[in-house]
Nanobody, 124 residues
Framework: QVQLVESGGGSVQAGGSLKLTCAVS????????MGWFRQAPGKEREFVAAISWTGDNVLYGHSVEGRFTISRDNAKNTVYLRMTSLQLEDTAVYYCAADGGGWAENLARAYDYWGQGTQVTVSS
C-alpha cells in the first residue's frame, strides 16, 4: 500500500515562499508519476504541477507557472513543490498524488494514491 504524507504547509505573507514535501512509503517512488493539486474552500480541486517518473517531463497549472517548481528525489522517495511569489489566491489545501502509469498528468482521475493534504494560507 502506497502512502503519501505532505508537510511544509503553513501561513505566509503575500510575496513569500514555501516548500512543500511529499514523503512516499510502501513502494519505490521511481516508478510513479507525481502530482500536486490544491483545493480552496468552495472550489473544485485544481491541478498545480506534475512530474514524470524520470523527472524529464513536468507540467504546471496556468495560475502557478513561473512561480512554482516541482522536483523529485527518487533516492529519498520524496517529491517537492517550491512555491514563490505566493498570492492570496494560492491559499488552499495542497495534496500530493501518485500515478502508477509514471507520467506527468494534469487530471486528478489519473492518480491512484493521494495524501491527506497540507494547508497553505497566504495573507496580505
Amino acid at each position: 500500500q502506497v502512502q503519501l504524507v505532505e508537510s511544509g504547509g503553513g501561513s505566509v505573507q503575500a510575496g513569500g515562499s514555501l516548500k512543500l514535501t511529499c514523503a512516499v512509503s510502501g513502494s519505490p517512488l521511481s516508478t510513479y508519476g507525481m502530482g500536486w493539486f490544491r483545493q480552496a474552500p468552495g472550489k473544485e480541486r485544481e491541478f498545480v504541477a506534475a512530474i514524470s517518473w524520470t523527472g524529464d517531463n513536468v507540467l504546471y497549472g496556468h495560475s502557478v507557472e513561473g512561480r512554482f517548481t516541482i522536483s523529485r528525489d527518487n533516492a529519498k522517495n520524496t517529491v517537492y513543490l517550491r512555491m514563490t511569489s505566493l498570492q492570496l489566491e494560492d491559499t488552499a489545501v495542497y495534496y500530493c498524488a501518485a500515478d502508477g502509469g509514471g507520467w506527468a498528468e494534469n487530471l486528478a482521475r489519473a492518480y491512484d494514491y493521494w495524501g491527506q493534504g497540507t494547508q497553505v494560507t497566504v495573507s496580505s
